[in-house]
């Protein structure tokens, strides 16, 4: 079974700092895909970035960056120059890279982002 | 291009009844998953379809039933309904099969009296 834990109920930043959003994780699974999720108050989850578990870098996309640290099952979201829109939760998840497709979440990180 | 449409946004239904929530994915989108969000159990996978067939299941009871038709549109049945099925459920559309980068709904809130 797959399981994903993210510790912080709720998190601030000030706008244009950058602030680490903590995942763990812990799976059975060889090979299993890592990703990150973002939802604002409108409802709509909104796909930020992945990570698969043999990927050899960090992935990047824009201001979002996932430190995977695969011996301390964590993939943590960096989130560069904050903004005032990245007032969201956000919820880290997981599945396998291939077969039955059942993607775990976690039960997100509160983000507010004070001007 | 338009994005993924669930209807209908807010639905209220007593216990005992039955419930059919549809979604339109994106535009040459061929799967089909449903999420329910809940604040007890978080964001729960249901089901996704692709080419009109079941291709994965999460643990929900088989009140829980859905499917897709040709042109990819797909509906979400639950039937018996309880008080905790009340939740947001989330229709996400994806071109492939078991794909991380899903494009989601505004979703329904379902509230059972």
């Known amino acids: 079974a797959q399981k994903i834990t993210q510790t912080q109920p709720g998190m601030f930043v000030q706008e244009k700092e950058a602030v680490t959003l903590d995942c763990t994780y812990d799976t059975s699974d060889p090979s299993y895909g890592l990703f990150w999720y973002k939802q604002p108050s409108s409802g709509e989850m909104i796909f930020l970035i992945y990570q698969g578990s043999y990927d050899q870098q960090n992935a990047t996309e824009g201001r979002y960056s996932l430190n995977f640290q695969k011996a301390r099952k964590s993939a943590n979201l960096v989130i560069s120059a904050s903004q005032l829109g990245d007032s969201a939760m956000y919820f880290c998840?997981?599945?396998?890279?291939?077969?039955?497709?059942?993607?775990?979440f976690g039960r997100g990180t509160s983000l507010i982002v004070h001007p | 291009k338009a994005g993924v449409t669930q209807t209908p946004r807010y639905l209220i239904k007593t216990r005992g009844q039955q419930v059919t929530l549809s979604c339109s994915p994106i535009s040459g989108h061929r799967s089909v998953s449903w999420y329910q969000q809940t604040p007890g159990q978080g964001l729960q996978f249901l089901f996704e379809?692709?080419?009109?067939?079941?291709?994965n299941k999460g643990n929900f009871p088989g009140r829980f039933s859905g499917r897709q038709f040709s042109n990819s549109r797909s509906e979400m049945n639950v039937s018996t309904l309880e008080l905790g099925d009340s939740a947001l459920y989330l229709c996400?559309?994806?071109?492939?099969?078991?794909?991380?980068?899903?494009?989601f709904g505004p979703g329904t809130r379902l509230t059972v009296t």
């Open positions: 996400a559309s994806s071109t492939d099969l078991s794909s991380y980068e899903q494009y």
């Open positions: 998840a997981m599945g396998p890279s291939g077969g039955s497709y059942i993607p775990t």
């Open positions: 379809y692709f080419s009109e067939t079941q291709r």
